[in-house]
């Protein structure tokens, strides 16, 4: 089921309005995509919809079936983009604080391009 609170204040928030900055690697109406500032690995990009959003769960109840079929078709386009189809990447979006999402605001993250760094 959907949740019923958005935190307009968290980080993902304000960079969609612009009030916090990122390295944009992609953007469209529909979905942001971003450098993560704490990589794990050579490439790690954070791509982001522009809805309101809070977990995998949320937007898969509350999104339509083309904004989510948009949305895995960016994650490979930049995959793609970074050639890292052909060398491998891993897909990680986490759910709820027991599983370490830090911030709510549904994201999946794209990694690849060597070795991941485990801190």
Not at 20 to 28: A, F, I, Q, R, T
Not at 72 to 87: G, P, W
């Amino acid at each position: 089921m959907s949740p019923a609170v958005y935190d307009n204040n968290n980080v993902f928030a304000k960079i969609l309005r612009g009030e916090l900055p990122c390295k944009k690697v992609y953007e469209d109406e529909h979905v942001l995509a971003f450098e993560d500032k704490y990589p794990k690995a050579p490439v790690h990009i954070l791509v982001i919809p522009k809805g309101k959003y809070i977990s995998f769960d949320d937007f898969i109840y509350s999104s339509s079936d083309d904004n989510i079929l948009h949305f895995f078709k960016v994650i490979r386009k930049i995959a793609h983009d970074y050639k890292l189809d052909k060398t491998g990447y891993r897909l990680i979006t986490n759910h709820g604080e027991g599983r370490e999402q830090e911030i709510p605001h549904f994201h999946v993250h794209i990694l690849g391009g060597g070795s991941l760094r485990v801190d």
